[in-house]
């Protein structure tokens, strides 16, 4: 056997080793969103082995389609030891398309073995490799499987290894080289993944309570609480599965890449079972609450589904569908309020909410232009579609203010509800200056966060809310 010294080949593993995911998981969650129909076809080949259900699913999603997230530390060091001279290959007990795939991108490995016949893991990996490499090889790995390939090996690299893992390699007595830890998957890597800092969107619900001045009725706070709750669920539920369905595009987005799941913090099936967990205890609690509640929820839980299925890659229908689910938000606090049913309320938020879709997409689209527009692919825009939804959302901005002071010159005229409604109409003015500041910052390509969530950390935005506040708890 050659000392380690020498030039001896180093193996890399592929799953949760030189990517930070697993290859098959990725397959299983671009089939559950673009061919359905396909998982099923190939979990019925799970009696047959692993292997078999790899190679169904293969054949049904390309590789070419699926961009993973790499362990850069380790790349490099992969890159080192290919300028000292090492023979760099790559060993997967995923399928063999996957691998051929990774080694095209990245260009260092001298070889690319995947499954194919066999499931090339354990002790049939560690066979393979000692009839290919007879005098010696570096292994890099992280799984207990792997301790079949290292009790073969002359060295032993761990990368991403559990802690029990790393100690029973440690105790085969070979020479440990190197190790690449993960990042640690802590409670703020949950909250990330459920989007806390986005539940303040679900406040929306409330608004309806406030308008129909009923927030002083016995048991209906509780009752709106109760049902926020069950909003905040699903929403966060809804969330984990729209990253599911849009990781490949989010590993090319310029922020979004740094999301759990896109970045392999949070493995895909974590996140799956925390999603559906989420999903069905919000359901449950929405049923007994209020049946039409139930229903609006559902409503939202089927558009977004729809719209994480695929129609958030239809240019525009997609903004459209983001204007609807905000407006859905308003229409479940509507229906726990029976006596008052605002039909301008909900004409006035699907364009509002929609120019603020635009908005965040404008912003995408301006940033394309300057760094390049391979993120926008994904989503169907093209950076010469910044002239139309410029138009497009201040336009339907405009449109809500008008729909806005329809409703307060009505108000002025009956005075039902309010005893100095003339201040009412300070309020769209207000809102203009906000939504005028929104789109010159999109248009400048320097809002870096959606609309709401921005106005929640600007100063000025805040300010302008404090405003509106006022002027209506005056005009009550």
């Known amino acids: 056997m050659k000392p380690l010294g020498s030039a001896i080949p180093v193996v890399v593993d592929l799953d949760l080793t030189l990517i930070l995911t697993n290859s098959l998981h990725e397959m299983a969650a671009a089939a559950i969103f673009r061919k359905p129909a396909a998982l099923m076809r190939s979990l019925i080949k799970l009696p047959s082995g692993r292997h078999h259900v790899k190679a169904a699913l293969a054949s049904e999603i390309a590789a070419e389609g699926l961009v993973f997230p790499y362990r850069e530390d380790l790349l490099d060091w992969l890159r080192e030891k290919a300028a000292e001279g090492h023979a760099i290959h790559l060993c997967s007990a995923a399928h063999q398309s996957i691998a051929d795939e990774v080694a095209r991108r990245l260009g260092i490995f001298a070889s690319a073995v995947g499954s194919d016949i066999v499931n090339l893991k354990g002790a049939e990996k560690s066979a393979y490799l000692q009839r290919k490499f007879p005098d010696g ?45 993960n990042t640690r998957l802590d409670l703020g890597t949950f909250v990330k993944a459920l989007r806390v800092h986005h539940w303040s969107k679900n406040l929306l619900i409330f608004v309806p309570l406030v ?15 109760l049902a926020f709750l069950c909003l905040v669920g699903v929403t966060s539920g809804t969330y984990l599965l729209n990253d599911m369905a849009d990781l490949s595009a989010d590993r090319q987005h310029w922020s979004k890449k740094n999301r759990a799941l896109a970045s392999g913090r949070l493995q895909i099936g974590v996140g799956l079972t925390l999603a559906c967990a989420l999903l069905l205890a919000s359901m449950i609690g929405a049923l007994m609450l209020d049946y039409a509640f139930a ?13 994480s299925g695929g129609l958030k890659r239809v240019p525009l229908l997609d903004l459209l569908i983001i204007g609807v689910l905000f407006t859905v938000r308003i229409v479940m606090g509507t229906v726990l309020v029976e006596e008052s049913h605002p039909v301008w309320l909900l004409v006035f938020s699907v364009f509002f909410f929609f120019s603020l879709a635009v908005a965040k997409r404008h912003t995408e689209i301006v940033r394309a232009a300057k760094a390049g527009a391979n993120s926008l692919k994904a989503r169907g825009y093209m950076v010469e579609d910044a002239p139309l939804t410029l138009a497009l959302g201040t336009a339907s901005a405009v449109v809500s203010l008008v729909v806005m002071l329809l409703f307060i010159i009505e108000n002025m005229a009956s005075g039902s509800l309010y005893t100095r409604p003339e201040l009412l109409s300070g309020i769209p003015l207000v809102l203009s200056v906000w939504i005028g500041r929104i789109w010159l910052l999109a248009h400048r390509g320097v809002m870096a966060d959606d609309p709401v969530t921005f106005a929640l950390r600007d100063k000025t935005s805040l300010g302008l809310g404090v405003a509106i506040a006022a002027l209506f708890a005056v005009a009550l």
């Open 137 to 181: 090889f570096i292994y890099v790995g992280d799984s207990s499987s792997d301790i079949h390939v290292w009790e073969k090996s002359s060295g032993i690299v761990l990368a991403g290894a559990p802690g029990s893992v790393a100690s029973k390699a440690r105790r085969l007595g070979k020479p440990v080289l190197k190790e690449f830890k």
């Open 211 to 225: 308008l129909s001045h009923q927030w002083a009725t016995p048991g209906l706070i509780g009752t709106f609480l």
């Open 295 to 307: 229903l609006a929820l559902a409503a939202y839980l089927a558009i977004t589904g729809a719209y």
